[in-house]
């Protein structure tokens, strides 16, 4: 486990229609009640939505959209389990942003392979529980958006990717899976990652990074 200095500020707001939310920082936005975590920033005129969440949380991504009068220019998908795409089929049909994935996980996401899982059983069942399909996911090296970069962080799937935001108030990850956080730690999630070594390298990459505010797929935003 890696120690933590403190916890981001967050501020929890109401729209007015009671949807709630978390604003990370100025133009970053966590969406309540997606499971894992999905967040919302905005850089040089585009909106850009990091994960889908489940399908049932689909509602609550397009009830803030629709609150704040909005709509997604990108989804970029950190990485192929279920609880981070399976929302992307509404929130595509709706908006028709452009959609993003490393290279390993669109045959995923598409269907085209099991979910990459060290469960048996649950790569079996996958494709009974595949995204709904959506016409086209881009390889993420083609995303081209002013101070956002792309990081390989594998080891959860063998694609996990980190985007990167630079701004002048800081630098901001979105780490999808590649962390964890509980109580104020980032962690490995050895149970459901294909490779713990990779895992674990990837996250001494990105608290190499320090100082940096981590989002994770699952916990809290950490500043380290």
């Known amino acids: 486990m890696t120690h933590l200095v403190k916890a981001a500020g967050v501020e929890r707001f109401k729209t007015q229609r009671s949807e709630v939310f978390m604003k990370v920082a100025q133009g ?3 969406i309540d009640g997606t499971n894992a975590n999905v967040y919302v920033f905005a850089v040089d005129g585009a909106v850009v939505q990091v994960d889908a ?27 192929s389990h279920m609880d981070h795409i399976r929302g ?12 993003y994935a490393h290279r390993y996980e669109i045959p995923v996401i598409t269907g085209q392979r099991p979910q990459y899982s060290k469960n048996r059983l649950m790569s079996v069942l996958s494709p009974f529980f595949k995204v709904p399909p959506v016409p086209l996911i881009n390889d993420v ?13 594998p080891g959860h799937t063998p694609g996990s990717i980190t985007i990167l935001l630079e ?7 979105f780490v999808g899976d590649a962390a964890f956080e509980r109580d ?18 990837s996250l001494r990459a990105i608290t190499s990074l320090s100082p940096i505010t981590v989002l994770p797929g699952h916990g809290k ?4």
Do not use: M
């Open 28 to 30: 970053i936005d966590l």
């Open 53 to 79: 969440g489940f399908d049932k949380s689909a509602q609550e991504v397009l009830s803030y959209y629709e609150s704040k009068g909005i709509k997604p220019t990108a989804v970029i998908l950190t990485h």
């Open 88 to 99: 992307l089929k509404a929130i595509f049909d709706l908006y028709r942003p452009s959609v």
């Open 141 to 153: 090296t083609g995303l081209t958006l002013p101070n956002v970069r792309v990081i390989e962080t």
């Open 167 to 173: 701004r002048a108030d800081g630098r901001f990850a």
């Open 184 to 201: 104020g730690t980032l962690y490995v999630n050895e149970r459901y990652s294909l490779d713990v070594q990779k895992a674990r390298e």
């Open 221 to 224: 935003p950490l500043r380290v």
